[in-house]
Nanobody
Framework: VQLVESGGGLAQPGGSLTLSCTGS????????TSWIRRPPGKVAEWVSSIHSSGTNTYYTDSVKGRFTISRDNAKNTVHLHMSSLGSDDTARYYC?????????????????WGLGTEVTVAS
C-alpha cells in the first residue's frame, strides 16, 4: 500500500496551491481519505476528509471556505485545493487512510500514510 503526495511548494500569502494524493496497492475508492498537516515545531493537525464516494466532506474550522477536498476514484487520486493561504498554513501535508474504513479528527486514528509534501507560505 502506498500513498504519494505531490503539489507542495512555495506560495505567497493569499495564493493558492493544489495538493494531490495518489494511492496504490489498495482499493482506494473504498476508503475515506484525509489530509493531515504538521506545522514546523507543532503537533499534527487533521485538516480534511472525504468519503470514499466523494459525497461527504469534512474540514477543520481554520480551513473552511478556503480549502476544498475532492477525489477522482478512476485515477485513485484525492486533491486538496488550498486558497487564501496564510503563514499558518505552512506545514508538511500528509495524505492518510484509516484501513478500518472510517475517518477521524485525531491524526493517531490513521494507519496508512504517505511521506508528505511540504507547503510554505511566505512572501
Amino acid at each position: 500500500v502506498q500513498l504519494v503526495e505531490s503539489g507542495g511548494g512555495l506560495a505567497q500569502p493569499g495564493g493558492s496551491l493544489t495538493l494531490s494524493c495518489t494511492g496504490s496497492g489498495i482499493t482506494f475508492s473504498s476508503y475515506y481519505t484525509s489530509w493531515i498537516r504538521r506545522p514546523p515545531g507543532k503537533v499534527a493537525e487533521w485538516v480534511s476528509s472525504i468519503h470514499s464516494s466523494g459525497t461527504n466532506t469534512y474540514y477543520t474550522d481554520s480551513v473552511k471556505g478556503r480549502f476544498t477536498i475532492s477525489r477522482d476514484n478512476a485515477k485513485n487520486t484525492v486533491h486538496l485545493h488550498m486558497s487564501s493561504l496564510g503563514s499558518d498554513d505552512t506545514a508538511r501535508y500528509y495524505c492518510a487512510i484509516d484501513s478500518g474504513g472510517s475517518w477521524s479528527r485525531d491524526p493517531t486514528g490513521y494507519d496508512i500514510w504517505g511521506l508528505g509534501t511540504e507547503v510554505t507560505v511566505a512572501s
